[in-house]
């Protein structure tokens, strides 16, 4: 299985910028798609991003689509999300995931996916 840790949530203005990590850990050799999800007070979990195991397709909700982008890490295993242009509506609890796949297809379901880390705060508001 695959561990998932989400970091570097926090409380930014509208118009700011926050760069969001998640570091995989366990069984990370077999491929695996990972994405980003969000969920607001009151409504159901989100679709934001996700990417392919060697990169070879990234995938972005139009409502953040310009404006967020996942990016490789230095570490291994480790994605980030820069989110710039932040808009009160990006508030929300950001959770990464992960499902086991081979192929390129990013699956834009919660329930596709098996593994999740325990979440992020996101705030934006002046």
């Known amino acids: 299985q695959v561990h998932l840790v989400e970091s570097g949530g926090e409380l930014v203005q509208p118009g700011g910028s926050l760069r969001l990590s998640c570091a995989a850990s366990?069984?990370?050799?077999?491929?695996?798609?990972m994405a980003w999800f969000r969920q607001a007070p009151r409504k159901e979990r989100e679709f934001v991003a996700g990417?392919?195991?060697?990169?070879?397709?990234?995938v972005y909700a139009d409502s953040v689509k310009g404006r967020f982008t996942i990016s490789e890490g230095n570490v291994e295993n480790t994605r980030f999300l820069q989110m710039d242009s932040l808009k009160p509506e990006d508030t929300g609890v950001y959770f990464c995931?992960?499902?086991?796949?081979?192929?390129?297809?990013?699956?834009?379901?919660?329930?596709?996916?098996?593994?999740w880390g325990q979440g992020t705060q996101v705030t934006v508001s002046s």
């Open positions: 366990g069984y990370t050799d077999i491929p695996y798609i």
């Open positions: 990417v392919s195991y060697k990169g070879e397709n990234t």
């Open positions: 995931a992960a499902k086991y796949s081979s192929g390129t297809y990013i699956y834009g379901a919660p329930n596709e996916y098996d593994y």
